[in-house]
């Protein structure tokens, strides 16, 4: 691969980076997070896919460890977005609003772009005759990081829950490897574009994967059951106090 092209993945990397940094930080300021766990749900977010791809294709150390680049940089875009929350303090109403809107952008902007460098930096280690290893590499890179994030935040990954991002990604990565053969600039573009797309629009037309939706009468099942677990336990706490006080 020439120069050229080493050229053009380190900005799409870079740009990534700072995308998934930023919602990392984003995610971590909602949930409270100190300037400390900021950094590191930050820098986890932007530099954990590449981690884990790297992990399977055997490339060690791992490039976030070879290059502190990557993680220099979303340790700085976690303080500067820790600093511009800081002055503006307060996550309500329209700023809410505005913080949805980019979480989404952001978001898709690292899903897009790491989709794609994941497949470079596997092709790089020189697994560029297995197609299924390559769109793998392209799908953890892209998704790895944002499901560390929400399991350090105690939440549900998105992957598994929300509208279609993982798919995304795998489109993205299968028709990244359908235009390679064109060169890898347009493979590239029409892979971002089709990741981009694909992503926003199961988000505004609220396209999901099949969901099994359990029956009415289980949920009311399930609810009793919370219910009386939770006045057992009450019951069990006042005896309790009784007879630590009993009079």
Known sequence: MNERFDVIVTILELIGTAAFAASGALTAI???FDLFGVIIIGVTTAVGGGIMRDIVI???PVA?????????AAALISVLVFAALAVKGD???KALKLYDTAMLMLDTIGLGIFTVTGITAAMR????DNTFLLVFSGVITGVGGGVLRDIFVNKKPEIFV??????????????????YGMSFMPACMVSLVV?????LMSVKFGWNLPKIQIKARQERRIAATKENLINKKRSIDYEKVYYYHKP
Do not use: E, Q, W
Request: charged residues 15%; hydrophobic residues 40%; positive net charge.
């Open 195 to 199: 990741t981009f797309s694909l992503r």
């Open 125 to 128: 280690s020189g697994v560029s």
């Open 30 to 32: 909602k949930r409270r």
């Open 58 to 60: 055997g490339s060690h």
């Open 64 to 72: 976030a460890f070879r290059d502190p680049l990557a993680m220099s």
């Open 162 to 179: 929300g509208n279609i991002y993982a798919c995304a990604s795998a489109t993205g990565a299968a028709t990244f490897l359908l235009c």
């Open 91 to 93: 996550l309500g109403g």
